[in-house]
């Protein structure tokens, strides 16, 4: 295992925070085939963003990425 640290400083999480606060979302395009991206859901992606504990996330990071990071080794797979 190898330690792994993700280091976002409070500066750009305020940034983060900022931007999607100022996001502006067009409204859905009549043409947009069934399965794409409406604004309703990318507006509820940016609301759990804000309220998302950035902090706490990066702070217990560490411990959570340094245990589940391990070693790969590579193997040749063959479809055929």
């Given at each position: ?38 604004s309703a ?6 609301e759990s ?32």
């Open positions: 295992m190898h330690p792994f640290r993700i280091d976002v400083s409070d500066a750009e999480l305020l940034d983060l925070r900022e931007r999607l606060l100022r996001t502006r979302l067009l409204p859905d395009s009549p043409h947009r085939p069934a399965s794409g991206l409406t859901y990318l507006r509820s992606l940016i963003w804000l309220d998302f504990d950035w902090r706490h996330a990066r702070n217990g990071s560490t411990r959570i990425l340094s245990s589940s990071q391990t070693s790969m080794t590579r193997r040749s797979t063959s479809l055929t």
